[in-house]
């Protein structure tokens, strides 16, 4: 089979798992709670009853946006490796004549095709609701940023996903991990009410620069090649670290014998 | 009647500490708790919502009522899941008072997370002076725990056979958060927004908590989230006995 036949039977499997993905999440709660609901009422928080330059309400609106966009990857994607072993399909997932961890990726790019999606469309409904004005210059690249930061965030729910197998506290720890990502990423409240100690973790997440490039974008300001270069690399990072981690999880299973095991 | 509520409410405890143990407690639990207490309060200090006091009583009862009503549904959805209701029925207690003196555990549970919480984030945030200021109102927070467990349980009652139960548990908790005056308070004073809100728990009891602090007594507000709370207890109770009832006339049940 010539390297590009390969690729489009890869990218066939990356589709139909996302497409997989994407009609498996139909049934759960969690894209309307995380998707809808938590959005919406963190915007009727932070909108309710102040009179916001569009400048502001852009900066809350990209902020709630990436908080959720949080929330819903630690959430839906960190879980769908434990799910394809509670199901009993991760060991028909790791003999397939393809590689897992394309299955894993498209997985969680439907996953975090859909948060983003439903993220998108509450908080344009809302801010058409609230009637707040939002300012977005340069939409070309705004999206394209979006894209760009979803993408990475597809990186870190590999990352999530891998690790959330090899330990049954999974649930448990992304509880955990919800509030300090948020605060520590600058995500909703900005770093400059956090005391200097705290600010350098945000370097090391991705959503954070999400939020600091669309906002940057969205309100005129030039936008750094560095925090580009940073948010690719992190998303890069994160997915590299997923793979390495999920090799180790199947590795770890096949001696153990517990592949199946939930 | 005595010796078998104080049975039902032993062994609550031992599941609760079985499904989570000190440890789950400790590692995941608490410090979830403190860090929603820390985000609440400084979200509401950017957006000058209030002073802390205000933030603090508001965030401290959100982080009791994720407790006691969204994961107080599990009293009922453990019924489902061990297919156990239909001998819960035929028991010598009303299945509306099991559920009750089972979320007990939730409601301890959800008030040991505010004390922790008013501890440590009252001294992160600079503001000591709040821990004195809030512990002597706990009775208050003891009050809103019930009103809330009433409210969760009436929801989980409904929700749990359509297995929406986490669907429903949130989307009250977040009802209560935009509803309750844990921030922010939706609608104008008189509209008929603001007319819904106060039949929610909460409602009545943090502002209550809140006027004590100020230094004004307002027991006509704790008065109210007492009736609140009898209210919740008496829905989750109908549906729970219009439930049974169906079941037995036309082999519906749905907590089979």
Not at chain 1, 37 to 42: C, L, N, S
Not at chain 2, 89 to 100: E, N, S, T
Not at chain 2, 126 to 143: E, K
Not at chain 2, 168 to 186: A, D, E, K
Request: aromatic content about 6%.
């Amino acid at each position: 089979m010539s390297a590009a036949a390969r690729a489009l039977r890869y990218l066939e499997v990356v589709l139909a798992a996302a497409r997989l993905q994407i009609t498996g999440m139909r049934g759960s709660p969690f894209p309307i709670l995380l998707g809808v609901v938590q959005p919406a009422a963190y915007l009727v928080i932070t909108m309710h009853g102040r009179a916001l330059t569009p400048e502001a309400a852009t900066t809350d609106m990209l902020g709630t946006a990436m908080m959720t966009l949080w929330g819903s990857t630690i959430w839906s994607a960190g879980g769908i490796l434990r799910r394809e072993r509670a199901q009993g399909t991760m060991p028909q997932l790791i003999r397939s004549w393809c590689d897992a961890r394309v299955v894993l990726f498209g997985k969680c790019l439907g996953a975090v095709a859909v948060s983003g999606t439903a993220i998108s469309v509450t908080t344009t409904v809302m801010m058409l609701a609230l009637g707040t004005p939002v300012h977005v210059d340069r939409p070309l690249l705004f999206v394209a940023l979006a894209v760009l930061a979803a993408l990475s965030t597809v990186g870190l729910a590999m990352l999530l996903g891998s690790l959330f197998i090899l330990t049954r506290a999974a649930v448990r720890i992304s509880e955990a991990l919800m509030y300090p990502v948020v605060l520590a990423g600058g995500l909703l409240i900005p770093l400059t009410l956090m005391p200097s100690w705290l600010r350098w973790p945000s370097w090391f997440i991705s959503l954070h620069w999400a939020q600091v490039l669309t906002s940057e974008c969205a309100l005129g300001r030039s936008v750094q090649p560095g925090q580009v270069a940073a948010l690719a690399a992190l998303g890069v990072l994160y997915a590299a670290a997923g793979v390495a981690v999920f090799g180790r999880a199947v590795d770890l299973g096949r001696r153990r014998g517990t592949l199946e095991f939930f | 009647m005595v010796w078998r509520a104080r049975l039902v409410c032993r062994l609550s405890l031992s599941d609760f500490l079985v499904v989570y143990p000190v440890r789950v407690f400790l590692s995941s639990m608490l410090p979830q708790a403190l860090m929603q207490v820390l985000f609440l309060v400084l979200l509401g200090r950017m957006l000058h919502l209030g002073d802390d006091t205000f933030l603090m009583t508001g965030a401290l009862a959100q982080v009791m009522v994720g407790e006691t009503v969204i994961a107080v549904a599990d009293v009922l959805v453990d019924d489902k899941d061990s297919g156990t209701m239909p001998s819960l029925r035929r028991g010598v207690m009303p299945v509306g008072l099991v559920a009750a003196l089972r979320a007990w555990v939730h409601g301890a549970h959800g008030l040991v997370l505010l004390v922790c919480c008013l501890l440590v984030d009252s001294l992160l945030l600079g503001s000591p002076g709040l821990i004195l200021r809030v512990l002597p109102l706990l009775p208050l927070y003891v009050l809103m725990a019930l009103s809330s467990l009433g409210l969760g349980l009436a929801g989980a009652a409904v929700a749990t056979g359509r297995r929406s139960d986490v669907l429903v548990g949130n989307l009250l908790n977040t009802v209560i958060m935009l509803g309750s005056g844990v921030l922010v308070s939706l609608g104008h004073p008189g509209g008929w927004l603001r007319a819904l809100t106060e039949l929610l728990p909460i409602a009545h009891g943090l502002p209550a908590v809140r006027e004590f602090i100020a230094g004004r007594s307002d027991f006509r507000d704790v008065g109210w989230e007492f009736v609140v709370a009898l209210g919740w207890f008496g829905v989750m109770t109908a549906v729970l006995r219009v439930q049974s009832v169906r079941a037995r006339r036309t082999g519906f049940d749905e907590f089979a």
